[in-house]
């Protein structure tokens, strides 16, 4: 079993549509959890980090359970440029462990 | 400024050579990264420097996997005897330290394949 999961997608969205993906993980020991979006043939690259009871910045709603071991990602009216793939990511101290990533498709 | 670079951005080589990607991290970060992405996963660890030192090369598949980061700032990753299992987008990050609010900075990465 991976130790981060997520659906990979892909999700395939109107512009202006809520879109919310979901990434469970399984080491407890995480401290710290971020989305990092990447575009295709490019590096990932940080989107938002989430700690304790989670974060907003702009359209896009971040939350972590530690209970459920469970992260989510919320991106409100979808943009033809939030189109990439977001990789759920927590933390083994220095290390990034990523999961395979959700593709997010926005069409006009 | 300048961000992480990588070089080359592409390799093709066949299997059994040799081969070195280097990875320039942003100035005065401490702490470099290697992960591998095969196509359709995200990032895998690969090796972990502070400073001069590999802090943590768990990472690394086999002992054809070796890096180096002589003087605390370039590193190479040396892929000896190469197979074709070893395609995949090769990249390096850099963080100013390693403690919780040091974001890792990626490099565009260096798509190695093997024939």
């Known amino acids: 079993r991976k130790e981060v999961e997520q659906d990979p997608g892909p999700f395939n969205v109107p512009e202006g549509a809520t879109v919310a993906f979901n990434c469970t993980y399984s080491?407890?020991?995480?401290?710290?959890f971020f989305w990092y979006r990447q575009d295709c043939r490019k590096e990932p690259k940080l989107l938002m980090s989430v700690y304790s009871s989670g974060n907003e910045d702009g359209r896009f709603t971040a939350q972590l359970n530690r209970a459920s071991q469970y992260i989510s990602l919320l991106i409100r009216d979808s943009k033809l440029s939030d189109s990439a793939t977001y990789l759920c990511v927590g933390d083994s101290s220095y290390k990034l462990i990523f999961g395979s990533g959700t593709r997010l498709l926005v069409r006009p | 400024g300048a961000g992480v670079s990588q070089t080359p951005s592409n390799k093709v080589t066949e299997k059994g050579k040799y081969v070195e990607l280097r990875c320039d991290p942003i100035s005065g970060h401490t702490a470099l990264y290697w992960y591998r992405q095969s196509l359709g996963q995200g990032p895998e660890f690969l090796i972990y420097?502070?400073?001069?030192?590999?802090?943590?090369d768990s990472g690394l598949p086999n002992d054809r996997f070796f890096a180096v980061r002589p003087e605390g700032s370039v590193s190479t990753l040396k892929i000896q005897r190469t197979e074709r299992g070893d395609s995949a987008v090769y990249l390096c990050?850099?963080?100013?330290?390693?403690?919780?609010?040091?974001?890792?900075?990626f490099g565009p990465g260096t798509r190695l394949t093997v024939l």
């Open positions: 420097f502070q400073g001069t030192g590999a802090a943590d």
């Open positions: 080491n407890s020991a995480s401290q710290s």
């Open positions: 990050a850099s963080s100013l330290g390693s403690g919780l609010g040091d974001e890792q900075f």
